[in-house]
Nanobody
Framework: QVQLVESGGGSVQAGGSLRLSCAAS????????MGWFRQAPGKEREGVAG???????GTADFVKGRFSISRDNAKNTLYLQMDSLEPEDTAMYYC???????????????????WGQGTQVTVSS
């Protein structure tokens, strides 16, 4: 049974940093592509960053230069380092896993088969 459990969310002031983690279990973690998504109240879910098993990583333009994704296959864990946070980054953040992915579908929600429950990030001005 695939499980994805996010942690690391919280409340910070603008300009601050947070590091999100996603612990994966129930499948061969290293063979799946992983992604981070977010959804703010009243807005559609949007892709934030993704990591394909072949080594390609991509981030959305709206977080480029501020957020970075990484993974530790030995720990079955995905990370999202978020720096220079802005109030507009306030959202529920989800990690997701995909058995197949390419660089064009990396930030597309339907690409992903498994989702975590999310962790809340709140940025105050």
């Amino acid at each position: 049974q695939v499980q994805l459990v996010e942690s690391g969310g919280g409340s910070v002031q603008a300009g601050g940093s947070l590091r999100l983690s996603c612990a994966a279990s129930g499948y061969t973690y290293s063979t799946y592509s992983m992604g981070w998504f977010r959804q703010a109240p009243g807005k559609e879910r949007e892709g934030v960053a993704g990591d394909i098993t072949q080594g390609f990583r991509g981030t959305a333009d709206f977080v480029k230069g501020r957020f970075s994704i990484s993974r530790d296959n030995a720990k079955n864990t995905l990370y999202l380092q978020m720096d220079s946070l802005e109030p507009e980054d306030t959202a529920m953040y989800y990690c997701a896993a995909a058995p197949q992915c390419n660089r064009w579908s990396l930030l597309q929600g339907p690409t992903y088969s498994y989702w975590g429950q999310g962790t809340q990030v709140t940025v105050s001005s």
